[in-house]
């Protein structure tokens, strides 16, 4: 593997970069708000999106007939990493997520209608999988379709929808097939989010970010917006998934947090002595830097592998985000532990050690672990998918 960027992606690099620096503004690019909560869930983000896609940055995978400039997802990659360094919105779920679906599995009707506003910016979506008996088990889903003429009514409750109170659209799924084996049986739907019978109520988590919890109560949907084939929505939500594993969690925030912890630990004096002169410590940053490392290249591996084509490699996309965020918990007990008590101060104390980044890190990143499917869930898919393991062990 060539571990080096081209001339041209250097380039593309060094001209978001420029973009960034002119377009800097503290209401959109917050470095404390970490993975998961790069989301464009405010005026002032939407319209920096927009600007972005007006650069013609949204889409560059995509193929050319449907706006896009079938590029290399490099590209995509270093767009998205340069964002998340400052606490930028992300462009992974519509551009990603949604678009890449309809790409692939979506009625030319869906195309028309949505490819368009993800590339200009104009939409926001919300993704419900999970349910309160169904989370990282996104098979057991049990939010009820039922078949009427030429539409679906939904009946049942979402939980952990980020995005529900400020995204335009649901992309939700929903069992159709009750008679089928349970990774058969679920249909992907399209959903306003200003339907009448959706009801949204707030749940605020341990990293101070809003979710959501979404009740259906006859929601009628039109058979037009079912994304692919009806009971195939399983398939389609774990390609998705592989793109969020490795889009939503990207490594720059991570690295950009151990070279804050490493400056504090040059500096920094305990009793009197130099922090850095301890041989504990010493040997605690170097093996963050080897792991931070390891991450790195996993992800650059799964880049690898997806620019061959076809749907994102799975193992790959499990093995990148298993690692990646389990690294960000170590490095934000490190960040903890060795610069002394005063890291428990509230983010943004001004006499707190790196200016109290390491608590709010340390509680963010345990959402990083669950989104997208949990640590365990990342586990066995590695074990079957790349170990060859049965199912059942």
């Known amino acids: 593997m060539d571990f080096e960027f081209t001339a041209d992606q250097r380039a593309f ?22 993975n998961m909560a790069q989301i464009v869930d405010t005026p002032e983000r ?9 650069k013609g940055w949204f889409g560059i995978t995509w193929p050319v007939e449907y706006g896009g400039k079938d590029s290399d997802g490099v590209y995509e990659y270093l767009l ?51 349910e309160p008996g169904a989370g990282s088990d996104a098979a057991a889903m049990q939010l009820q379709a039922v078949r009427d003429g030429d539409e679906w009514v939904l009946n049942g409750q979402k939980i952990w ?14 069992r159709t097939h009750p008679e089928l084996p349970k990774h058969s049986g679920i249909t992907l739907f399209l959903i306003p989010m200003d339907h009448p019978g959706l009801t949204i109520q707030e749940i605020w988590t341990m990293g101070d970010e809003r979710t959501n919890s979404v009740f259906f109560d006859d929601v009628r949907v039109s ?68 792991q931070a490392e390891v991450a790195r290249m996993l992800g650059f591996r799964f880049l690898a592998k997806s620019q061959k084509g076809g749907a994102a490699p799975t193992a790959e996309a499990s093995e ?44 963010y990143t345990v959402l990083d672990t669950i989104g997208g499917g949990t640590s365990e869930v990342q586990k066995n898919i590695i074990a079957r998918r790349k170990l060859g393991l049965p199912k059942n062990f």
């Open 13 to 34: 690099l060094a001209e978001v970069e420029e973009f960034l620096d002119a377009n800097h503004d503290p209401d959109v690019f917050d470095p404390t708000r970490e």
């Open 46 to 54: 939407r319209a920096f999106m927009k600007k972005m896609a007006e």
């Open 80 to 130: 998205n990493e340069a964002l998340a360094k400052r606490g930028g919105p992300q462009i992974g779920k519509g551009v990603g997520i949604v678009g890449k679906t309809i790409l692939r599995h979506g009625s030319e009707k869906l195309k028309a209608e949505f490819l368009p506003k993800i590339l200009n910016a104009e939409i926001e979506f919300a993704v419900g999988y999970s």
């Open 161 to 174: 929808t980020t995005s529900a109170h400020f995204a335009d659209w649901y992309w939700v799924g929903a």
């Open 223 to 290: 058979n037009d917006y079912i994304v692919g084939e009806p009971g195939r929505g399983f398939q389609y939500i774990s390609e998705a998934l592989d793109l969020e594993r490795f889009t939503m969690f990207t490594i720059s925030p991570m690295l950009a947090r151990l070279d804050l912890l490493i400056n504090h630990v040059k500096t920094a004096t305990i009793d009197g002595q130099p922090l850095r002169d301890d041989p504990l410590v010493r040997s605690r940053i170097a093996a963050l830097v080897t």
């Open 320 to 363: 990148y985000k298993l690692f990646a965020t389990e690294f960000s918990k170590v490095l934000a007990d490190a960040s903890m532990d060795l610069p002394g008590p005063g890291t428990q101060l509230r983010v943004g104390t001004k006499d707190a050690p790196m200016n109290g980044r390491a608590e709010s890190t340390y509680r």
